[in-house]
Nanobody
Framework: VQLQASGGGLVQAGGSLTLSCTAS????????MAWYRQAPGKQRELVAS???????KYSDSVKGRFTINRDTAKNTVYLRMSALEPDDTAVYYC??????????WGQGTQVTVSS
């Protein structure tokens, strides 16, 4: 599976941004689609995940501010981010996981939140 992430940019604190991740195959066949992020000097961390058919999970740091959803017609998963904080600054990556073991990463998209 090839993943194409987009939507990053520069935003002021308190603002909103939506990231998109488009897969090369039907996302109905992908067990888990997720967004991770990696800030400078930190480990990559899971931000949000969407498990078929419709189970969503969020890290505590983004719960209530970020929403993950998908459009199966467009084979795209979105991460809608609101009330952004400077600590949300990171490179965001999407990932596709299959329960049988295969996984794919998209290229990162930079999100910068200014204070």
């Amino acid at each position: 599976v090839q993943l194409q992430a987009s939507g990053g940019g520069l935003v002021q604190a308190g603002g909103s941004l939506t990231l998109s991740c488009t897969a090369s195959t039907s996302i109905r066949t992908i067990d888990v689609m997720a967004w991770y992020r990696q800030a400078p000097g930190k480990q990559r961390e899971l931000v949000a995940s969407y498990t078929n058919p419709a189970i969503t999970k969020y890290s505590d740091s983004v719960k209530g501010r970020f929403t993950i959803n998908r459009d199966t017609a467009k084979n795209t998963v979105y991460l809608r981010m609101s009330a952004l904080e400077p600590d949300d600054t990171a490179v965001y990556y999407c990932k596709a996981d299959q329960f049988l073991g295969s996984s794919s990463w998209g290229q990162g998209t930079q999100v910068t939140v200014s204070s």
